[in-house]
């Protein structure tokens, strides 16, 4: 371990209250994240205490109402639950529905090793040349 980290014993993770990330702090989050970053995690000081929040840039797969797949770049897929207090951005939606095949963001917690998504911002997507598979300049 990394000399001056505190270590977290196996009762306070069982213990431990999930933080709920607010709509300022996923804002910020937005604001604040690299361009050409693909996954990580934040670790934000906010009115609740200090959280860690996690994301990942990618593909979705497997879209359901309770869940998703998202493949980054690298070909990491982490499954994602979804729940109805997950909050779905599309720019021209008013009431998006997550399909397979969507470029997206996702920011969410992590606790016992389950990633709970609170936000999907599902991204435009880039217009291709005919006949390829390229973006266009």
């Known amino acids: 371990s990394a000399p001056n980290t505190p270590q977290t014993t196996s009762r306070q993770v069982a213990n431990a209250r999930v933080p709920q990330v607010s709509p300022k ?3 910020r989050i937005e604001q604040r994240m690299v361009a050409g970053a693909v996954r ?3 670790v934000l000081d906010t009115k609740q205490g200090v959280q860690t ?4 840039r990618g593909t979705t797969s497997d ?3 309770s869940a998703v797949t998202v493949t980054d770049k690298t070909g990491t897929a982490e499954n994602w639950t979804v729940s109805s207090s997950t909050k779905i951005r599309q720019r021209g939606t008013s009431s998006p529905q997550l ?3 969507e470029n997206v963001v996702v920011v969410g917690l992590k ?3 389950t990633l709970t998504a609170r936000l999907v911002l599902v991204l435009p997507a880039k ?4 006949g390829s598979d390229q973006p266009t300049a």
């Open 63 to 65: 879209a359901s109402s």
């Open 53 to 56: 929040v996690d994301f990942q």
């Open 127 to 130: 217009a291709t040349s005919p």
């Open 111 to 113: 606790s016992d090793g």
């Open 40 to 42: 990580g995690a934040l």
């Open 99 to 101: 399909t397979d095949g």
């Open 25 to 27: 702090v996923v804002a």
